[in-house]
């Protein structure tokens, strides 16, 4: 509820107003000729009025001091208006974290919980090949993937050829039995593979500042293991997984992988083969290379 305003205050207020005009009146109408018939000799109105001329040029002083007062004042407003707007953008930013945070580790968490829990079904010659109780681990079709393609490896010296690429031939037996496997496994790679992608793509589509999106990216990329790169290479070389190469060189993903041909000859095979550079490179190397 408003308070009633003070009959005091009415009065002051009327006073502030009507005070200056009558002095300024009284000045005009008494004042003035009193000071002239004070004056020696009797001084006319008309040489006081030259007199007061000489006080013209006052005016300009006292504009420049009213200009350079609205300069300064201008200045501490944009000088307001920068700290303002700087708390702004903290603000902002500790609120986009606050919300990104809880759902990217969940999702993360998630992530690691389903490859953990991943066991395949491995049937024709994979299955064959590990008919034991770790034959559905994901690791174990790591493992076969790699010993039956030897890219870049003489196969009587066993040399190693710094150049090496994937064959077209082995290319195509890669891709046939890991999409036959896919296949026969879509109910528990599918979810899987969809949960990466939108792990990434969290980060990817967040307001986050580029320096925070390469350093969330790496804590995700820092939980999966070489065995899960292989597999994920292997998908990304899919259309169905196109979308999730895209991520895959802009974070650059693959970047701790092995580059020994002789034991990882597959994988650095895929990596040259089917990804751009950057998803062997770090943050750094990638922002001074283009697209």
């Known amino acids: 509820m408003?308070?009633?305003?003070?009959?005091?205050?009415?009065?002051?207020?009327?006073?502030a107003f009507a005070v200056p005009p009558a002095l300024w009146i009284a000045w005009g109408f008494w004042g003035v000729q009193w000071v002239a018939s004070n004056l020696p000799n009797k001084?006319?109105?008309?040489?006081?009025?030259?007199?007061?001329?000489?006080?013209?040029?006052?005016?300009?002083?006292?504009?420049?001091?009213?200009?350079?007062?609205v300069l300064v004042a201008a200045f501490f407003?944009?000088?307001?208006?920068?700290h303002a707007q700087h708390t702004l953008?903290?603000?902002?930013?500790?609120?986009?974290?606050?919300?990104?945070?809880?759902?990217?580790?969940?999702?993360?968490?998630?992530?690691?919980?389903?490859?953990?829990?991943?066991?395949?079904?491995?049937?024709?010659?994979i299955g064959s090949a590990f008919?034991?109780?770790?034959?559905?681990d994901p690791a174990t079709l790591a493992y076969?993937?790699?010993?039956?393609?030897?890219?870049?490896?003489?196969t009587e010296t066993g040399a190693v050829h710094e150049d090496a690429v994937l064959s077209d031939e082995d290319y195509a037996w890669v891709s046939r039995n890991f999409d036959e496997m896919y296949i026969t496994n879509e109910h528990v790679l599918g979810p899987f593979y969809r949960t990466t992608y939108h792990l990434f793509n969290l980060i990817d589509k967040s307001a986050l500042s580029e320096s925070d999106k390469v350093r969330y990216a790496?804590?995700?990329?820092?939980?999966?293991?070489?065995?899960?790169?292989?597999?994920?290479?292997?998908?990304?070389?899919h259309p169905r997984g196109a979308n999730m190469k895209t991520l895959v060189e802009r974070y650059g993903l693959l970047k701790h992988i092995s580059?020994?041909?002789?034991?990882?000859?597959?994988?650095v095979a895929l990596a040259a083969t089917l990804f751009h550079p950057n998803a062997r490179r770090s943050a750094e190397d990638r922002a001074h290379q283009k697209p």
């Open 2 to 15: 408003n308070k009633p305003v003070s009959k005091r205050l009415v009065f002051a207020a009327i006073a």
């Open 43 to 69: 001084l006319e109105l008309a040489t006081l009025g030259q007199t007061g001329d000489l006080f013209g040029g006052v005016n300009a002083l006292f504009a420049a001091f009213a200009f350079a007062g």
């Open 77 to 82: 407003q944009f000088r307001t208006n920068q």
């Open 89 to 125: 953008e903290v603000t902002l930013q500790a609120q986009t974290l606050a919300s990104f945070e809880p759902l990217f580790f969940k999702l993360l968490e998630r992530h690691d919980q389903m490859y953990a829990a991943l066991r395949l079904e491995l049937r024709g010659v």
């Open 131 to 136: 008919p034991g109780p770790n034959a559905g």
């Open 144 to 154: 076969w993937l790699r010993e039956q393609v030897k890219s870049g490896q003489d």
């Open 218 to 237: 790496n804590i995700a990329r820092s939980a999966m293991n070489r065995d899960e790169l292989l597999l994920l290479m292997l998908n990304c070389a």
């Open 259 to 267: 580059t020994d041909r002789r034991t990882n000859a597959l994988d």
